[in-house]
């Protein structure tokens, strides 16, 4: 990191990399949504590399690969109001992960699992203001559950993960 | 060994704990709140033939041996939006959304009429369709 312009070239492709596989795993995901019963309720497999640049390059990467990763395939897959739900709940749930981080207190699958939720709880925010309806209410609660199982399972392939991957 | 053990472990589980016991809580809301979700029964001759949450938008025509009706329910609110009868007054009704209200067809020997799910349970006429 001393040397700029060599560490910029190594970042370059170090980003390039994990936002490469985060496509990957977005596109993945976006193969395999009929296998859940309520629409917003998904794996999560992009937050594998969320948690991965959060404890081996910092929050300030987690946040960028995040931020990136949500535009792109918005743009390939999505639309616009698919990013924007994605975006709502991707920030809230990286801005809790790299809060809880920061404790330096929790272990990994807790992180992502406070993530898992708070991803479904702020796409959650934005559909009431979008549809302007109390009738997701119960929406929230089968999110909240799932947001919580997902990011357990998410969480422990992460924390295995960084086990395994050494600091850079 | 054992005590370091514990602390490390300690933080984990109480934001665990705490966060299904918000998702309970939530949970325990909406079975509070939205328990008494409100529904359109659609009644031909005085029988309950349709019951339709008034939380989803749908479309659904009602045909008997009299004629046939088009109950639409949206945006919370529920209206006839066609009908073949003679006179065509359940269609000039408008739209009816409170408890107790009700549009009625009489060619057809149709109402509908809003309730809510605490009246479920009294209703001597058991519901055996919920359409969503």
């Known amino acids: 990191m001393k040397n700029k312009t060599k560490a910029s070239a190594k970042t370059a492709a170090k980003y390039g990399m994990l936002i490469a596989l985060a496509l990957v795993f977005s596109y993945l995901e976006a193969q395999i949504p009929s296998f859940f019963p309520v629409p917003g309720m998904k794996l999560g497999l992009t937050n594998i590399i969320v948690l991965l640049s959060l404890y081996r390059m910092g929050w300030k990467s987690a946040m960028a690969v995040n931020v990136l990763r949500i535009v792109l395939v918005s743009f390939l897959f999505g639309g616009i109001s698919a990013m924007i739900y994605s975006l709502a709940g991707g920030m809230l749930s990286t801005i809790v992960m ?69 600091e850079q | 060994m054992k005590k370091p053990d514990i602390k490390k472990i300690k933080p984990d589980v109480i934001l665990i704990s705490v966060l299904i016991i918000t998702g309970l809580i939530i949970m325990l809301f909406v079975l509070i709140f939205s328990g008494g979700g409100r529904y359109a029964e659609i009644k031909s001759d005085g029988k309950i033939i349709e019951k339709l949450s008034l939380d989803t938008d749908t479309e659904k025509t009602i045909e008997t041996e009299l004629g046939k009706n088009t109950v639409v329910v949206e945006n919370g609110s529920v209206y006839m939006k066609d009908a073949d009868c003679p006179d065509g007054i359940c269609k000039n009704m408008g739209r009816i959304d409170k408890k107790g209200q009700s549009i009625i067809c009489l060619p057809h020997k149709l109402v509908v009429v809003i309730t809510d799910d605490s009246e479920e349970n009294t209703d001597e006429n058991s519901i055996d369709i919920i359409v969503k």
């Open chain 1, 98 to 166: 790299i809060l809880l981080k920061k404790t330096d207190r929790f272990r990994i699958v807790t992180v992502s699992i406070a993530g898992g939720i708070s991803h479904n709880v702020g796409q959650i925010i934005v559909a009431v203001f979008a549809l302007n309806t109390v009738g997701i209410a119960w929406y929230l609660t089968v999110l909240w559950f799932s947001g919580l199982a997902s990011g357990a399972l998410i969480g422990i392939i992460g924390a295995e993960l960084v086990k395994r991957l050494p």
